[in-house]
């Protein structure tokens, strides 16, 4: 019985392999639940910024093996290099049979041109970065290791978990304030450049939207495929249409060998 999802095209980012805040496991049970035609790795795949030799456990090892299998396999896997693994960038425009390394990607869907980019490009022409900048990588990873440790003391307790890390941002008028500004310098980017639909990562908040400019009546579609840490989040298209999933906290550090259908939660479902 086949329980895999059909996906044409599945976009997933911001994995940060390689460090405490990956939920590898439920990544791989994610991706053992789609059979796609066309997989984007759209950037911060393997932090190599915060790699370390003596932490790179199995269930990371898991998520490669599944990449991996998939190119062996015949499937079209495009990795689009972010900041996090900027150390790929040389090696851009690589080809190999069906896997391809780059910095962006255009697709025509159903009429309409897709910029693909991870998006760290942005971050020069965004001015309000200081809460980024004071809270610093080191200070993000602890906020992600203590969230950790408190939602396995929750579970044990039978209560749900949380995001702390979301929380902070949706509180913090300037973090708010960088979002709003990335997702609009990103579509007045894409607009200027011709294209109709852009899809991002970065940031690690999930999106789906339409965004007019001040300037004129234009609209551009906006997509982020959010993140790993904290959303376990990715993006799909069927039958030209986008949708944004989460992962469901039932399924949460479930052990891969007992297999079960993938329950997300649909966010939103947006024709193209």
């Known amino acids: 019985m086949n329980l895999k999802r059909k996906v044409q095209i599945a976009v997933i980012s911001d994995l940060h392999l390689g460090t405490l805040g990956c939920h590898a496991k439920e990544l791989a049970h994610y991706l053992n639940s789609i059979d796609e035609e066309l997989l984007i790795l759209n950037g911060d795949i393997i932090d190599f910024w915060n790699f370390k030799r003596n932490f790179w456990p199995s269930s990371h090892i898991r998520v490669l093996e599944l990449l991996m299998e998939r190119v062996r396999k015949g499937k079209k896997v495009i990795y689009l290099t972010g900041n996090h ?79 702390l890390s979301k929380k902070i941002k949706r509180s913090v008028k300037q973090a708010l304030k960088h979002v709003e500004n990335f997702e609009n310098r ?77 329950v997300i939660n649909e966010l939103v479902s947006f024709p193209i």
């Open 85 to 163: 693994d900027d150390i790929l960038r040389k090696f851009s425009d690589f080809n190999l049979g069906n896997f391809t390394l780059a910095d962006k990607l255009v697709l025509d869907l159903n009429g309409k041109k897709h910029w693909f980019f991870h998006g760290d490009i942005l971050d020069s022409f965004i001015v309000d970065t200081s809460w980024l900048t004071k809270l610093g990588d080191a200070g993000y990873s602890l906020i992600i290791l203590l969230n950790r440790l408190c939602n396995k003391v929750l579970t044990l307790m039978g209560k749900p978990r949380f995001s």
């Open 186 to 262: 990103t579509v007045d980017l894409a607009n200027d450049e011709g294209y109709e639909v852009v899809i991002c990562g970065h940031i690690h908040v999930p999106a789906i939207k339409k965004i007019k400019r001040e300037d004129s009546e234009k609209t551009v579609t906006y997509l982020n495929s959010g993140d790993w840490i904290e959303n376990l989040s990715a993006l799909e298209y069927n039958h030209n249409e986008w949708t944004l999933f989460e992962y469901t906290t039932p399924y949460f550090y479930q052990k891969e060998s007992s297999f079960e259908p993938l």
